[in-house]
């Protein structure tokens, strides 16, 4: 079993849907990121998050340290929004970041 | 540069031979580190630098794999004997410090033929 889990895998949605991707880790974390990464493009830095809740603009990125679980939320969702999400966690008393498979996100019109 | 930066963007080389994939972090980024993605996959870690000295290369999976970061800011991922396995996107990220945002660059593709 994975240390970091992501679900959908795949997710499909028209255009203005809300959409939420889920991530759930096994490990004591200090920090949990959400990435961004379109088709043959690098990693963008979402979030990055340890407790609660933080906003940007459409994106909403929910912890729960208890439960070990996090969510990304994508309000008013948009064809640009079609990339592939990855939830990454750093473990307690460590630097590098693990990943979760990534959830690919494809918004139509 | 305004972010990192990693060349070659795209390499293409044959079965034992070897290569070196470089990495320019954003100036002033203490932090350094090299992953691996394979095909839809998640990225894997690979080493993690602080200053010169790695601090965790856990991640390089042999002894043909290799990176180092001589003056704490340019880094160079080295592999000998290349295999048709080590084909992959190796990214690079670099942050301000420990326990900081990663910044990510676009990734070098390694295709061993």
């Known amino acids: 079993k994975n240390e970091v889990e992501q679900s959908p895998q795949n997710l499909t949605a028209q255009e203005g849907e809300f959409i939420t991707i889920n991530c759930s880790y096994s490990v004591g974390i200090s920090a949990l990121h959400w990435l961004q990464q379109h088709p043959g493009g690098g990693i963008v830095s979402l979030f990055m998050?340890?407790?609660g809740k933080k906003k940007h603009g459409r994106l909403i990125a929910t912890i729960n340290i208890q439960e070990k679980h996090s969510s990304l939320h994508i309000t008013a969702s948009h064809p640009r929004d079609s990339a592939v999400y990855i939830c990454?966690?750093?473990?307690?008393?460590?630097?590098?970041?693990?990943f979760g498979q990534g959830t690919r996100l494809t918004i139509n019109p | 540069g305004a972010g990192v930066s990693q060349t070659p963007s795209n390499k293409v080389t044959e079965k034992g031979k070897y290569v070196e994939l470089r990495c320019d972090p954003i100036s002033g980024h203490t932090a350094l580190y090299w992953y691996r993605q394979s095909l839809g996959q998640g990225p894997e870690f690979l080493i993690y630098f602080q200053g010169t000295g790695a601090a965790d290369d856990s991640g390089l999976p042999n002894d043909r794999f290799f990176a180092v970061r001589p003056e704490g800011s340019v880094s160079t991922l080295k592999i000998q004997r290349t295999e048709r396995g080590d084909s992959a996107v190796y990214l690079c990220?670099?942050?301000?410090?420990?326990?900081?945002?990663?910044?990510f660059g676009q990734g070098t593709r390694l295709t061993v033929v």
């Open positions: 990220a670099s942050s301000p410090g420990p326990n900081t945002e990663a910044f």
């Open positions: 990454a966690v750093r473990g307690q008393g460590a630097q590098k970041l693990v």
């Open positions: 998050l340890s407790s």
